[in-house]
């Protein structure tokens, strides 16, 4: 992926994701993006519901997110792997509890200087959720006045 793409991600908590079941039903919802990595993107699932059985059943995906700056939309296709638990798991945790726990203490600063309070302050993790494995396989701009460029990642 190239650098604009990782920054974009890197600025964001949440994109929007979409998958469909084995019947090809659609279906769209905000995830938590953990890290980008190479040509992964490591996403949490806190509900561990529809999305979780679309891709048990169809591991293939779309992110979708705009680049406010440059009015860039991207959608980065792929496929994915789903992450319950094993080394590889139990350290995307560790990021996962570091990541919120910076987002919690940000989220108290801004409250605190904007004479804010906030209902949810509390730093702890659900009893039960997933982490997506995206490897993104193909990218696909979308620019400002409409245009596409679709690019396959390699390795």
Known sequence: MNKRIIEVL???EFVSVATSDIDAAPYAAPKFVLKVENNFIY????IVGRMYHNLRA???ISISMMDNH????YQLNGSVTILESGPEYELLVRDLTQKEMGLSVQRVIEGVTKGRAHEDFEVALPEKFVIFKVKVEEIVE???RGGLKREKVCE
Do not use: M
């Open 10 to 12: 890197k600025s964001r």
């Open 43 to 46: 996403l949490v699932d806190y």
């Open 58 to 60: 169809n591991p293939r």
């Open 70 to 73: 440059y009015l860039t939309g």
């Open 142 to 144: 979308i620019g400002s």
